[in-house]
């Protein structure tokens, strides 16, 4: 009875969430201004010919600092859970 | 644990041209698909292989923990540095002034379809390769630390 009514319910959220979603426009966006000007001028100011990399170094070279940074702490969160144990020094348990 | 002969043999083979793949990927960052993270992924996929087809302590004499740090910090530097090399050339943070007249990476391009230069793009190819070194540095520490404790198993 439970797994009827679960199952009945999550039908209906995704059944809801599906018919939303096919009223949005999907492949045919209705503001492409940003598109259009990167796609007409990311060659010309940046010398690069892979656009999507002159848009993350360059248009977004700040985001992508802080990805950088991000990955940088997540190899120092790493190494702390990884280190190794001093001389004499146990593991807490409780 | 250590693989039989033929698996670490094909190890040692792949290793190099993984390494040279990865250093493609990121050197051609702004010319085809990838960049610095991808490039480095792909560097630091050779550094799992072996570790995979060979113990911890045969892998940690060819690639060293100690300089893989360094090379992850070296890339974070080359990064700032280039980021910030552009408020001594009297422009903002992160921009790039090397792109249309700089001293290097400064042959222009023309616009749509063409054969691709190396020698373009200005700021772009640096920070590739500080991201590149930042990610193969980065992915390896992680991958010796996680995967240290594979060690030859003794028979009883």
Known sequence: MRNVLFSAIL???FGG??????????????????DDYFIRNAQAQTGANNVVTSIVF???????????????????????????LKEGEEYEND | MKMTKIVRTTADLFFPFCLVFGLYVVVHGHLTPGGGFQGGAVMATGTALLLVAR???DVTGRIRKGAMKVCEAAGLLIFLCAGFSGLFAGR?????WLAPDGALFRTSI?????????????????????VGIEVLGGLTVILLYMLSG????KKK
Request: proline content about 6%; aromatic content about 12%; glycine content about 12%.
């Open chain 1, 11 to 13: 039908l209906l959220f």
């Open chain 1, 17 to 34: 969430l599906l018919y939303l979603a096919a009223d949005l426009p999907f492949g045919d966006p209705l503001r492409t201004d940003m």
């Open chain 1, 58 to 84: 360059d248009f977004r070279g700040f985001d992508t600092l802080g990805e950088a940074t991000v990955l940088f702490t997540a190899v120092l969160g790493v190494g702390m859970m990884f280190r190794k």
């Open chain 2, 55 to 57: 113990a911890y302590d």
């Open chain 2, 92 to 96: 903002p943070f992160m921009a790039n």
């Open chain 2, 110 to 130: 023309a616009h749509g379809p063409n054969a691709g230069d190396l020698n373009t793009a200005g700021l772009l190819p640096l920070l590739n390769v500080g």
């Open chain 2, 150 to 153: 594979i060690k030859e198993e």
